[in-house]
């Protein structure tokens, strides 16, 4: 995990409000990955950035949730409008260029929707 | 999207047994890798695979990059009690940057 770099770690909501997660990634990485964990569950694939530029945003909701990887900066995974199912582990990854290179993930932020 | 079948879904070992779970795929990956979670943590890499046939070892872990490209396996010998964890599989096709995970497998280890 060292090198990417989350906060806040943990982070309380009521519903109706808007939650922003934010991602380092490791030095020289300019891809990064937004994961969703449930209780219980495993990962669950939301977004694949690279700087500028959304590469894959498949496993995104359609709607409340955006991300963003801008050219200076952290990426940002955005949640508007909380609501108590969005309660989960949210996990960025970070990898060089290239499918075929290590992805690397942070320690999570835990979104709590009160 | 594509599916990883991550077996098994748990198991509860005695200290020193050794361990073996697998993931199958129904699409051809080029990259496998392994990964540990322990509660309130990330996911931390265990063993990174490239080619079909690699067999890495990282301690008293070994993994497999199935010949078929389908598969892969991890091995973890004489299980101690901070092996403990969920061990995800994770894999990456030669199209799309993202990585599949598998459901993983919750190991308990008695001592």
């Known amino acids: 995990n060292a090198g990417v770099m989350q906060n806040p770690r943990h982070l309380v909501r009521r519903r109706g409000q808007e939650a922003r997660l934010r991602c380092s990634p490791m030095k020289g990485h300019s891809h990064v990955y937004w994961y969703r964990q449930l209780p219980e569950e495993g990962l669950k694939f939301m977004v694949y950035?690279?700087?500028?530029?959304?590469?894959?945003e498949s496993g995104m909701p359609k709607e409340r949730f955006s991300a963003e990887f801008p050219k200076e900066g952290p990426s940002i995974l955005r949640i508007q409008q909380v609501v108590r199912g969005d309660s989960a582990a949210y996990f960025c990854?970070?990898?060089?260029?290239?499918?075929?290179?290590?992805?690397?993930f942070g320690e999570g932020s835990w979104l709590t929707v009160v | 999207g594509q599916q990883l079948n991550q077996s098994p879904q748990s198991m509860f070992i005695q200290e020193g047994e050794d361990v073996s779970m697998n993931c199958t795929s129904s699409?051809?990956?080029?990259?496998w890798l392994w990964y540990k979670q322990d509660p309130g943590e990330g996911p931390v890499l265990l063993i990174a695979?490239?080619?079909?046939?690699e067999l890495t070892s990282n301690g008293r872990l070994t993994a497999q990059f199935g010949i078929t490209r389908k598969d892969s396996f991890l091995n973890i010998s004489a299980s101690i009690p901070s092996d403990v964890g969920i061990y995800f599989c994770g894999g990456r096709g030669s199209t799309l940057g993202r990585l599949y995970f598998g459901r993983g497998t919750q190991l308990t280890v008695w001592p």
């Open positions: 699409s051809i990956f080029n990259t």
């Open positions: 990854a970070s990898s060089p260029p290239g499918s075929g290179n290590t992805i690397y």
């Open positions: 950035l690279q700087k500028e530029n959304i590469i894959d």
């Open positions: 695979l490239y080619k079909a046939g």
